[in-house]
């Protein structure tokens, strides 16, 4: 027969004693006491732990598939191209390229590589590598191919030259080698040991083996990425041993994070209302970027179909009140159609507010009725610009539907023009600091961007042209393709939307590049 | 009983199928270009065709419709068009966050809506206030809830934190159940446990709310009309204390629409998961919906709704079990 044992007072007490030296002495080790450890003894605070939110996931940390805005902090920390651009400028200098020279006929370009660079992997880097990246970049066929598109021949004279023939010339180029999504140099863990038979895709999903100041030692989807101090990097250590990319897709979550001080910058999508009243622990800064406030006409359709009722707009919009109202100080009205530091000698934009003269332009437009969509975005900023536009056409005598549709949304709308939208509110930026990579996509009538089908024959022609012209001849097509795209008033350009990044006021170093949006140089910052 | 499995097979396969189609119907009627939306704005016009006929988006409705068919019945849910694994392996890696956060939520609102309504039978005042708390908080939508649960217990008293499942200083033994409770418990790591229970208070909380109140609601009204039974004014004769008659006599026969209000509170639960799980940036399939909403990427929403859509029928599965086990007459049939 079975006795049930009573617990007595000796045995509880033994049971307590075991549990709270589990809990004390069992546990699991904490990442700050491993690297406490593997220094050999030396205390690691957590106070060289960068902690960065994204809103995201990022979709993968290939940059030869890579072809967002959330998550091009991990590309461009992990790998370097060859050249880049200098910070606050969009002056071209090298990466990993110590030098470069473009031919006379501009079909060749010759880069001397830096000696002495190493993948994370260990491998010393070559020219051969270079080779093998850009040439995985085509093989691979995603978007950020077509950078490598021009390309007729590679060769690699000795293991630190590496030479480009072009098909034809393409003054954007180099701008391309600079940019965000341009070509990164994939080192042969990548490349050979983990290539499979889809050349390292599957294993770069995860993984990476670039030659960055940070190495990517984490990539828990949905949680976090850890980035961690690469030391056997060529270039300034960087002062933060590990850099934390935590997935918070709330903005309020992670502005409460941020003022409680879990989370050290909040780089993208801050509420502008809320800039105003942060705390004294926190700091503003703002940097110019390419981020433009658009506003898309549907030409293909009543009532914008009517020239004179697009010329409309141009009295109808209070860009000014409109900008100020919704951006506060962190856009301003733009001036030409292109990002400003991207061509001189921009035509000027026509738009002033007229409330008589839209009224009557607008009275006398087929349909009253029309629907407005824009962009969904976290921060809510483009559904305030959009209210604000749905009230100012309705002053001018429209009925206006608003609807918040996401991005995919938008790229069908080529498809079905007459279903269309009347009018699309979208903020979008350039691949890089040329004028070519803003009017490709979107002025031409093929363009990615061109999203309500706007075309004109005459400006394609035009942009061709450009593309192998140089100097003021290039710049002259491309102020020509402005105007036309003002004329036409089929694309109405708002603001320029500046980087707004809310940090903890120990942090310095803010080192920014205006092509490469929502990011800092992680290797730049420093506490204190 | 083999009826009630039977009935809930043929169930499963009935919700799955429309959930199938309705899942297809939205791809096929929600104007988006997932092609475009890979390849990129700098592609050119055939490169987004290649992609497209890669992806079979160029081919009739009722060919795209045959196909995506066929590869359901395979269980072939393909591969994500954003994070490009195959969906099934995100599917794996995101929902026993989800699972955890709903088995503990549903467990809470069990416990607070069981305790609620037996408390709200019993009649004392204590039960009143209790109800006026819970009704005043399942009133309130689920996201101000959790917004106003991290100004207090993160913001202001910083008791929890605000995000996220564990914390990530640790290092944590992976599997064998991707349960942090089980698996922390398993490799004799307490201080994880301790930290995961930290993060879930919140978001389960505000999970299990409203399911909380409804359970409460449907107990108290079936002990009310229990308690008026024969069986029940022989045992309070017989001298049994109030608690006694209620838990040992009124509860088991009161249990029956208690569990059907379980089962569609689980479902409203599931359906909650997505806001939740935005705000607590909790890593489960709410969060991974809502970021595959956000690229048009079909094959990972259809996937996550298929997941769901089978968790909910299961549950519901499972009450029938409960329903035969709290009513001999359901075992009969």
Redesign the interface.
């Known amino acids: 027969m079975m006795h049930r044992k009573r617990l007595t007072a000796p045995t509880l007490t033994a049971g307590a004693a075991a549990?709270a030296l589990?809990?004390a002495g069992?546990?699991?080790?904490?990442?700050?006491e491993?690297a406490t450890a593997a220094s050999g003894g030396t205390p690691a605070a957590?106070s060289d732990v960068l902690n960065i939110p994204y809103l995201?996931?990022m979709?993968?940390p290939d940059p030869d598939?890579f072809?967002d805005i959330e998550g091009n902090s991990v590309i461009l920390n992990t790998y370097e191209g060859l050249v880049k651009y200098a910070p606050d400028s969009t002056k071209i200098v090298g990466a990993l390229a110590d030098s470069f020279t473009e031919s006379k006929d501009r079909l060749t370009y010759t880069f001397k590589l830096k000696s002495g660079v190493k993948f994370h992997s260990g491998a010393a880097m070559t020219s051969a590598d270079v080779k093998a990246s850009f040439k995985r970049r085509a093989d691979v066929?995603?978007?950020?191919a077509?950078m490598v598109a021009p390309i007729k021949s590679m060769s690699t004279p000795d293991p630190l030259t590496f030479i480009v023939k072009l098909k034809s010339p393409v003054d954007p180029f180099m701008a391309y080698m600079a940019s965000s999504w341009g070509p990164k140099v994939i080192g042969p863990a990548a490349l050979k040991t983990n290539a499979g038979k889809d050349f390292g895709?599957k294993w770069m999903?995860t993984h990476e083996d670039g030659t960055g100041p940070f190495t990517l030692t984490a990539f828990?989807?949905?949680?976090?990425y850890?980035l961690t101090r690469n030391d056997a990097y060529y270039g300034t250590k960087p002062f933060f041993r590990e850099v934390?990319l935590?997935?918070?897709?709330?903005i309020?979550?992670q502005r409460?994070?941020l003022?409680?001080g879990?989370l050290d910058a909040v780089l993208h999508s801050f509420p502008a209302s809320e800039l105003a009243s942060l705390p004294s622990k926190l700091k503003i800064q703002t940097e110019p970027s390419f981020l433009r406030l658009l506003l898309y006409v549907n030409t293909n359709k009543a009532p914008f179909d009517d020239p004179a009722v697009r010329r409309a707009l141009r009295s109808t919009l209070d860009v000014d009140q409109l900008v100020k109202q919704a951006y506060s100080d962190t856009a301003t009205k733009s001036v030409g159609p292109y990002p400003t530091a991207l061509l001189t000698g921009q035509p000027v934009l026509p738009y002033t507010p007229d409330p008589a003269a839209a009224k009557a332009a607008v009275a006398k437009a087929t349909t009253k009725k029309i629907s407005m969509a824009y962009t969904?975005d976290e921060s809510g900023v483009q559904r305030r610009v959009s209210e604000l536009l749905q009230a100012q056409l309705t002053a001018a005598g429209f009925d206006v539907t608003l609807k918040e549709v996401?991005?995919?949304?938008t790229?069908?709308?080529?498809?079905?023009l007459k279903?269309a939208p009347d009018l699309l509110l979208a903020t979008?930026t350039p691949?890089a600091a040329h004028p070519d990579?803003w009017a490709?996509?979107m002025f031409q009538s093929?363009?990615?961007?061109n999203f309500l089908g706007y075309s004109n024959k005459a400006l394609d022609k035009a942009l061709d042209d450009a593309l192998p012209a140089t100097g003021e001849q290039a710049a002259a097509l491309y102020r020509k393709v402005g105007q036309q795209m003002i004329d036409s008033d089929s694309l109405f350009f708002l603001g320029d939307v500046k980087d707004v990044f809310v940090l903890s006021k120990g942090l310095t170093g803010v080192e920014h590049v205006p092509a490469y949006p929502w990011t800092l140089t992680y290797a730049a910052l420093k506490r204190g | 009983m083999s009826t009630v499995l039977t009935r809930r097979v043929l169930a499963l396969v009935a919700v799955l199928l429309g959930l199938s189609v309705i899942v297809f119907a939205l791809q096929a009627l929600i104007p988006a270009d997932p092609a475009r939306a890979i390849v990129g704005a700098s592609a050119s016009p055939a490169v987004v065709d290649a992609k497209a006929h890669e992806l079979g988006y160029d081919k009739p409705l009722p060919a795209q419709f045959t196909a995506f068919m066929g590869r359901m019945a395979q269980g072939d849910l393909q591969e994500s068009l954003r994070t490009r694994n195959p969906v099934a392996d995100d599917l794996r890696t995101f929902a026993p966050a989800t699972l955890e956060l709903a088995l503990v939520s549903a467990a809470l609102a069990a416990f607070l809506g069981v305790g609620l309504g037996m408390l709200l039978a019993s009649g004392l005042r204590a039960a009143k206030v209790a109800r006026l708390v819970l009704i005043g908080g399942a009133s309130v939508p689920g996201f101000l809830v959790a917004l106003l649960a991290i100004l207090l217990f993160y913001s202001a008293l910083g008791i929890l934190p605000a995000s996220g499942r564990v914390d990530d200083k640790f290092i944590i033994e992976d599997g064998p159940t991707r349960l942090l409770l089980v698996d922390s418990l398993i490799h004799l790591q307490p201080n994880v446990f301790f930290d995961a229970v930290k993060h879930l208070i919140m978001p389960a909380f505000t999970l299990a709310l409203v399911p909380a109140l409804a359970i409460a609601r449907t107990l108290d009204s079936s002990l009310n009309q229990v308690m008026r039974e024969d069986y029940v004014r022989t045992a309070r004769s017989k001298g049994l204390r109030e608690r006694t008659v209620i838990v040992r006599h009124a509860l088991r026969n009161a249990a029956g629409p208690t569990l059907t209000m379980g089962g569609l509170q689980f479902g409203l639960l599931l359906g909650g998961i997505v806001v939740v799980e935005q705000i607590f940036a909790w890593p489960g399939l709410g969060l991974y919906l809502d970021q595959s909403i956000g690229y048009s990427d079909f094959p990972a929403i259809t996937g996550t709704t298929i997941l769901l859509g089978t968790a909910y029928v299961l549950v519901n599965f499972l009450v029938d079990l409960a329903q035969a086990w709290a009513d001999p007459r359901i075992r009969a049939i």
């Open positions: 549990l589990a809990v069992c546990g699991a080790k904490t990442k700050d491993a957590g995201a996931d979709s993968v598939v072809y066929g995603q978007a950020p077509y895709q999903r828990n989807r949905g949680r976090q850890t934390n935590k997935i918070t897709p709330d309020n979550t409460l994070e003022q409680n879990d969904a996401q991005l995919p949304q790229y069908a709308y080529i498809k079905d279903h979008n691949d990579t490709r996509i093929a363009g990615g961007l």
